[in-house]
């Protein structure tokens, strides 16, 4: 990386805020849709590697907190995904919020937020959490159907999310999130509707709804091309997006995302840093970071991680510098995403080029046939055509 801020990261020689993503990928089981960087920990060799893992990725923390782009540039939210963090105990994760709480400027009341699958979200972890600082929980629930439950491979059953969820709220204060997959094959509609009402009574901050991925190279996809689960319908799963929308909708949770819904106050802020296209450094394997107009990730292999980091190298896997019409176009693709749509002067100011500089023809057409609306000199994508979002984002790809 280079040692000098880019001026697209720094403000009048002021470090720009960004986000800070920590990837901690030991996860109970690897359910069969998941293509993410995570392994079991027990065949990663239990908590013993574990503990190497968090004492390389507190050296990267070390290293990126020195480093020009970042040095005194303050951190806006906090994530600790994977994998299950909750998997590991919760003094290592208490010491690692502490170990960046010393490193990183942290910005007045920031979002600090962990991943948690139900199974290792017990009373007195997440309390001992809650009391390190973090304040918004994740909880991969997914279903509250335990034939769907089955069909994904997860390890818990729907009477331990619900036991979670209970945990959550007995451990004291804290933002609660669940997560929910839908087109899932042998889905019914009912089963869907089941899981939405049970979510909406457990009373959650904020609730996401993700159409499930079939990727290539999983277990998944394997018993689907084998015929022995059948492909996710279509059809089906644009009746069960729509019917998140109402029942979401009339429950008061905000649509302000494509798969995202909250109340009141109870956005994620961290996301939405992805969505406006915001800067964020990633920690650990696989993790990505955008600072100063250049992408990069990480090795992903823990192991490998976590070996180069013990010799001082950090483990860069690739790096891009962005021209400014891949900015726009991307600017374009994640804000496009939620409600309020993107500012065309606030992306040529982070850009130095306008969108319609760079895509007029494209924004003209979507405009013209429904898919984008501009007004006040911004453009957004009317909910009613978020289920062809793929379609309208496809446009800026460059």
Not at 11 to 22: D, Q, R, S, V
Not at 60 to 88: C, I, K, N, Q
């Amino acid at each position: 990386m280079s040692s000098h801020l880019s001026a697209s990261a720094s403000i009048g020689g002021e470090a720009l805020p960004f986000g800070l993503y920590l990837h901690l990928p030991f996860c109970l089981s690897k359910c069969p849709y998941c293509d993410f960087a995570s392994e079991p920990l027990e065949e990663a060799g239990g908590l013993p590697a574990a503990r190497r893992y968090l004492d390389a990725l507190a050296i990267e923390l070390d290293l990126r907190a020195a480093s020009a782009e970042f040095h005194g540039a303050s951190v806006t939210t906090v994530y600790l995904g994977g994998g299950t963090p909750t998997m590991l105990p919760a003094e290592w994760l208490a010491d690692l919020i502490a170990r960046l709480r010393v490193r990183f400027a942290l910005a007045a009341e920031p979002e600090i937020t962990v991943e948690a699958n139900p199974g290792t979200a017990e009373e007195a972890k997440l309390g001992a959490l809650f009391a390190a600082g973090v304040n918004r929980l994740s909880l991969g629930v997914q279903s509250f159907s335990d034939e769907v439950l089955r069909t994904l491979g997860r390890a818990h059953t729907a009477a331990e999310a619900e036991a979670a969820i209970g945990a959550a709220r007995a451990a004291g204060r804290g933002d609660l999130n669940l997560d929910l997959i839908y087109g899932v094959p042998r889905q019914s509609l009912e089963q869907w509707r089941d899981s939405l009402c049970r979510a909406v009574d457990a009373g959650p901050d904020h609730i996401a709804c993700y159409a499930l991925s079939v990727e290539p190279g999983t277990p998944l996809a394997a018993d689907i091309e084998g015929g022995r689960l059948p492909a996710p319908d279509d059809d089906l799963s644009a009746d069960m997006y729509l019917l998140a929308a109402d029942m979401l909708g009339e429950a008061g949770y905000r649509h302000y995302e494509i798969s995202n819904f909250a109340r009141p106050g109870g956005e994620c802020r961290h996301n939405r840093r992805y969505w406006s296209n915001a800067e964020y450094l990633g920690l650990g394997a696989s993790a990505h970071s955008y600072r100063g107009g250049v992408r990069w990730n990480n090795l992903p292999s823990a192991g490998v991680y976590t070996k180069w980091l013990e010799r001082g190298r950090i483990p860069v896997a690739r790096a891009e510098a962005l021209s400014a019409r891949q900015r726009v176009g991307e600017a374009l693709m994640l804000g496009l995403r939620c409600a309020e749509g993107v500012s065309e002067e606030e992306i040529e100011a982070r850009c130095g080029l306008s969108p319609r500089a760079v895509f007029l023809a494209e924004i003209d057409r979507l405009c013209s046939e429904g898919l984008v609306i501009a007004a006040d000199g911004r453009l957004r994508m009317p909910p009613d055509k978020w289920l062809i979002s793929n379609e309208v984002l496809a446009h800026f790809v460059t």
